[in-house]
C-alpha cells in the first residue's frame, strides 16, 4: 500500500520535472538550439510569436500522443518517415484551421506554418522521448517543450515589437518621444536579438552556479 | 533575363538564409570549419536543385490535377525524405570521395527546412519548371555563400576575444545579424 503511494508520487514529481524542464534548463530555443528557422522568421511582433507558439503546442501535443501509442507497432527502419507523416497531417490541421478562422494571422506567419513540418524540435522530441515512453508521460514532455517554446517566442517578438513598433500586443507601450528601431522588425534585428538573449541566460546561469558554489 | 532575376534574387537580394531565415540550423551547426561548410553547401545545391524539379512535377500533375492540395505538406515531405535518401545510396555507389566527403551531412538535409521551403515558396509563386530549377540552384549557391562567409569569419574568431557569456551559439547569432545587415546592400540590385 505504502509502495504504490510513494509511486504515484513519484511519477507526480516525474511528470512536473517533465513539464518544467522545458521551460529553462532544457529550453528549446535557447540551450538545444533546435526550431530556429520560425523562431526569428515570424518573431516581428508578440501576437505573432504567440500564435506560432500555439500551433507548435497542438502539432506537438498531438503529434507526441500519437507516436507514443503506434510506438510499439511501427517497425524500428520506417519509423521516421512514420513520424513525419503523423506530423505532417497535424500541421495539415493546423493551417487549415488558421486559414478558415483567422485569416489575417495565417497570411502574416505565411509559408512557416507548413515549415513546422521540418521543425527539429517536434522530431526530436517523437523520436528521443515520445517513441519511449508511455502516453502520459509524452504528453507531459511535449506540453512543457512546446509551452516553453511559446514562452520564448513570445518574449523575443515582444522585444521586437517593443523596439521597432513602440507596441506589445497592439498596445502602445513606449511614447511618442521614442524613435522606432526599424531594423529590429528585419531580419538583422531578429538574429541580433536572440543572439543577446542567449547572452542573457548564459550570464543568469553562470551567476547562479556561482552562487551555489558559496 | 526574368531567370537571371530569379537567380540573382535568389542568391543575393532574398538571400534563403539571411532573409527568409530557412536552414538556420545547419548554418549555426556546419559553419565552424570552410571545408566543412563548403560541403554542406554542395550537398544541399544538389538536393535543391532535384527536389525543384520534383515537387514542381507532382504539384502540377499530381496535385492540382486530381484537385488534392490538402495532401501539399504530406507529399512534399515524403518525396524530400526519400530523395535524400537515394540521392545517399546513388552517391555511394557511384563516387566514393564524394560520399565521404558530405559524410553526415547527408541524411541532415531531410530536416532541413530550405528545402520544403523552396518547395512551398516555388508553389505559390507560380513559377515555370524552368524557373523553378533555377530558383532551386540560385537558392543552394546563396546557401553555400552565406554558409562560407560565416565559416571564414568563424575561423577568425578563434582568436578573438569574445565575452564568456556571448561565446558559442550567441556570438554567431549577432555575426549573422550583421551578415544580414550587409546582405540587405543588395536590396537595390533587382527594383534598380
Same mark, same amino acid.
Given at each position: 500500500?505504502a509502495?504504490?503511494?510513494?509511486g504515484?508520487i513519484?511519477?507526480?514529481?516525474k ?7 522545458g ?7 535557447? *540551450?538545444?538550439? +533546435?526550431?530556429?528557422?520560425?523562431? +526569428?522568421? *515570424?518573431t516581428?511582433?508578440?501576437i ?6 500555439? $500551433? ?5 501535443t ?12 511501427v ?5 521516421? $518517415? ?5 506530423? $505532417?497531417?497535424?500541421?495539415?490541421m493546423v ?6 478562422f +483567422? ?6 506567419l505565411?509559408?512557416?506554418?507548413? +515549415?513546422?513540418?521540418v521543425?527539429c ?20 514532455? $511535449? ?10 517566442? *513570445?518574449?523575443?517578438?515582444g ?7 513602440r507596441?506589445f500586443f497592439g ?11 526599424v ?19 548564459n550570464?543568469?546561469?553562470r551567476?547562479?552556479k556561482?552562487r551555489?558554489?558559496? | ?24 540550423? !545547419? /548554418?549555426?551547426?556546419v ?9 554542406? %553547401? /554542395? ?6 536543385t532535384?527536389?525543384?524539379a520534383i515537387t ?5 500533375y ?5 484537385n488534392?492540395? #490538402?495532401?501539399? @505538406?504530406v507529399?512534399?515531405?515524403?518525396? =524530400?525524405?526519400?530523395?535524400?535518401? /537515394? ?17 553526415? @551531412?547527408l !541524411?541532415? =538535409? ?11 515558396? %516555388?508553389?505559390?509563386?507560380? @513559377? ?7 530558383? %532551386? =540552384? ?6 553555400t555563400? &552565406?554558409?562560407v562567409?560565416? &565559416? ?10 569574445? !565575452? ?6 550567441? =556570438?554567431?547569432?549577432?555575426? &549573422? ?5 550587409a #546582405?540587405?546592400? #543588395? &536590396? %537595390?540590385?533587382?527594383?534598380?
Open positions: 500500500m509502495d504504490t503511494k510513494s504515484d513519484n511519477t507526480g514529481n511528470s512536473f520535472s517533465e513539464f518544467i524542464k521551460f529553462w534548463k532544457e529550453n528549446p530555443v535557447l *540551450v538545444m538550439l +533546435l526550431g530556429m528557422c520560425p523562431t +526569428l522568421a *515570424v516581428t511582433s508578440a505573432n510569436g504567440l500564435t506560432m507558439g500555439l $500551433a507548435v503546442v497542438f502539432v506537438m498531438g503529434s507526441s500522443v500519437i507516436v507514443s501509442l503506434v510506438r510499439n507497432i517497425p524500428k527502419q520506417v519509423r521516421i $518517415a512514420t513520424f513525419v507523416v503523423i506530423i $505532417a497531417t497535424f500541421v495539415t493551417d487549415l484551421f488558421l486559414k478558415a +483567422l485569416l489575417d494571422l495565417s497570411k502574416a505565411g509559408p512557416f506554418i507548413p +515549415l513546422i513540418v521543425n524540435i517536434i522530431l526530436g522530441r517523437a523520436e528521443a522521448f515520445a517513441s519511449r515512453n508511455s502516453v502520459w508521460l509524452s504528453l507531459v514532455d $511535449a506540453l512543457g517543450v512546446s509551452f516553453g517554446f511559446t514562452v520564448t517566442l *513570445v518574449f523575443l517578438g522585444i521586437r515589437e517593443i523596439l521597432g513598433m507596441t498596445m502602445s507601450v513606449l511614447g511618442e518621444g521614442f524613435e522606432p528601431w531594423i529590429m522588425l528585419l531580419p538583422p534585428g531578429a538574429f541580433i536579438t536572440l543572439g543577446f538573449m542567449l547572452g542573457a541566460k550570464l543568469i546561469d551567476k547562479m556561482e551555489k558554489k558559496y | 533575363m526574368e531567370v537571371i532575376l530569379i537567380f540573382i534574387s535568389a542568391v543575393l537580394v532574398n538571400n534563403f538564409v539571411l532573409s527568409y531565415f530557412l536552414g538556420i540550423c !545547419p /548554418f549555426i551547426g559553419s565552424d570549419r570552410i571545408e566543412s561548410a563548403v560541403s554542406m %553547401g /554542395f550537398a544541399v545545391t544538389f538536393v535543391l532535384l527536389s525543384a514542381w512535377l507532382i504539384n502540377r499530381i496535385l492540382i490535377a486530381l488534392v492540395p #490538402f495532401l501539399e @505538406y507529399s512534399y515531405i515524403i518525396v =524530400i525524405a526519400s530523395l535524400v535518401q /537515394f540521392v545517399e545510396m546513388f552517391i555511394r555507389k557511384t563516387s566514393k570521395t564524394l560520399y565521404d566527403a558530405l559524410g553526415i @551531412y !541524411p541532415l =538535409i531531410t530536416t532541413n527546412c530550405a528545402i520544403l521551403g523552396l518547395a512551398l515558396f %516555388g508553389a505559390l509563386r507560380d @513559377y515555370s519548371f524552368i524557373e523553378n530549377i533555377v530558383f %532551386g =540552384i540560385g537558392a543552394g549557391i546563396g546557401f555563400l &552565406a554558409l562567409v560565416m &565559416a571564414g569569419i568563424r575561423e577568425e574568431l578563434d582568436l578573438a576575444d569574445v !565575452p564568456e557569456s556571448l561565446k558559442g551559439a550567441a =556570438i554567431t547569432l549577432i555575426i &549573422a545579424g550583421l551578415l544580414a545587415l #546582405f540587405m546592400g #543588395f &536590396a %537595390g540590385l533587382i527594383s534598380a
